[in-house]
């Protein structure tokens, strides 16, 4: 299986946020609905499957196949572009401003909460015979996700919400590092072994993932879960959107951009260590590093292969 360094993969990085942020309103909004669809299925999935078995672990271990397969089909998630769209902004790209970036964020939310719902409507019916009936052993699991991690924060007041913040910052620490582990490698094998990792570990864990709770919350709602839509939205959507942010650009982005990419700042410190007589292999390292990341400037201007 092949394998991208990290300069090239910082490169692959900027360049997917760089053309994510060109997108037309539409694909934008088509591919966070798709993206968002497609992962809270998975996640109905793997609640299904730890409901029935007893074994979360089993759920947590087969969730990912949702996120593999909307990654694979270029689709986009919330959690995503909060870490790939900052960079294109860093490094300056043509038309990579603080307004089209606004821009992306809001699209893509919009699109992933429109997914979402829609898979909410569709489980919910699913798991109440068209709610004709009580919601089934899985919907009342459901139902007690949403009641416990929305009123479950709230009786603790400031350290619940601090908790679940934390849990936001965890959650896309990991989901950041698989969509980026997902440029690691050209093989789609490569890839899939890539992203499954970190996303098993989010999910067993119990993080909070704001895509996934789009799905969950509302769908316990709609099967009668004893929380409102106000808990909701202050006690777990808006926290985890910022933890999100935070997780994935702090701990994921900005990291790997600044050691790894920054052409320019590497080019001037490959320059002043040969000229003080650094070690060859040092200085040979930064100029690969240099290399990888001026090649194909333009790549930006299309859409990248590994997205």
């Known amino acids: 299986m092949s394998y991208i360094k990290p300069a090239e ?25 798709m993206g968002a669809a497609l992962l809270t299925i998975a996640a109905a999935f793997a609640v299904t499957v730890s409901t029935q078995t007893g074994q979360p672990l089993l759920g947590a271990v087969l969730f990912p196949v ?20 900052p960079l294109a902004v860093l490094d300056r790209r043509p038309g990579a401003s603080f307004r089209a970036l606004m821009r992306n964020w809001g699209l893509v939310f919009l699109g992933n909460f429109g997914g979402a719902f829609l ?10 015979y068209g709610f004709s009936t009580a919601p089934s052993a899985v919907g009342e699991a459901i139902s007690e996700i949403g009641h416990g991690r929305t009123v479950g924060y709230a009786d603790h007041g400031a350290a619940g919400m601090l908790t679940l913040f934390i849990r ?36 067993y864990m119990g993080f909070e993932h704001s895509i996934v709770n789009m799905f969950l919350f509302p769908s316990g709602l709609l099967m009668g879960a004893d929380f409102t839509v106000w808990d909701y939205i202050v006690w777990n959507e808006l926290p985890t959107v910022v933890g999100n942010l935070v997780g994935g650009l702090l701990f994921v982005g ?51 292969s590994h997205v």
């Open 9 to 33: 993969l910082a490169t692959r990085m900027v360049d997917a946020g760089a053309y994510k942020l060109q997108l037309s309103t539409r694909d934008t909004l088509i591919r966070a609905f």
């Open 66 to 85: 949702g996120f593999v397969m909307l990654y694979l089909l270029g689709y986009d998630l919330l959690t995503g572009v909060f870490t790939l769209g």
């Open 119 to 128: 898979v909410a409507i569709l489980m919910a019916v699913y798991f109440t």
């Open 168 to 203: 936001g910052v965890l959650c896309n620490w990991m989901v950041s590092t698989g969509v980026v582990l997902a440029m690691v490698s050209d093989s789609t094998i490569g890839k899939i072994v890539a992203m499954w990792l970190p996303i098993m570990l989010f999910f």
């Open 254 to 304: 900005l990291p790997i951009y600044f050691t790894h990419g920054r052409p320019k700042a590497r080019r001037v410190r490959a320059v002043r260590a040969a000229g003080r007589g650094a070690h060859p292999v040092d200085v040979a390292a930064d100029a690969e590093d240099v290399q990888v990341r001026d090649r194909d400037q333009t790549a930006s201007e299309r859409e990248p």
